[in-house]
C-alpha cells in the first residue's frame, strides 16, 4: 500500500531521475501537509454552489491570506457529497493545501518579483506546491 511513510522510496524507484523537478521540496510539504498538527479551516458545505469567498467565516479568509503571505502553510477542508450507484449519499471532504515557496524554481524569479509579475501576465507564474 502507498502512504506517506513510503511514497518517496517508490518514486525514487520507479520515476526517472530528474522527472520531478525539486522532489526533496515536494515531498517535504506533503508531510507538512499531512502532519496531525496542521490546522485546516472548514468552509461552509454549499462552498460550491457560492463566491467561495462567501463560504468563511468571517476574518479565517484574510487569516489564510495572511499566514500565505509569511510562507506558512495553509489548508481548507472542503466538504463534499458522493452520491453512490445506489444513489447513498456519502459525506466527505477534500483537503487543499498551499506554501507559498520562497523562491519560485523558474528562472531566477523570486516571489517578490513574480507577485509583481504575475499581475502583469497571470499566466507567466505558475510554480507553487499545491496538495489534495
Known sequence: MLDKTNLKDCASQHLKPGSIRD???????VLEAENPKTQLISID????RNDLE?????GE??????????GELVGV???ID?????GKIEKTEVRGYLKKPAQLSRGR???????SQCRRNPS??????LAF
Not at 61 to 70: Q, T, V
Open 23 to 29: 522532489m526533496e521540496a515536494l515531498f517535504s510539504f
Open 82 to 86: 458522493i452520491v453512490r450507484k445506489d
Open 54 to 58: 462567501k463560504a468563511f467565516q468571517p
Open 45 to 48: 458545505e454549499r462552498w460550491y
Open 109 to 115: 524569479i523570486t516571489t517578490s518579483e513574480a507577485g
Open 77 to 79: 477542508r472542503f466538504p
Open 124 to 129: 507567466s507564474v505558475t510554480e507553487t506546491h
Open 61 to 70: 479568509l484574510e487569516k489564510l491570506r495572511r499566514s500565505f503571505a509569511n
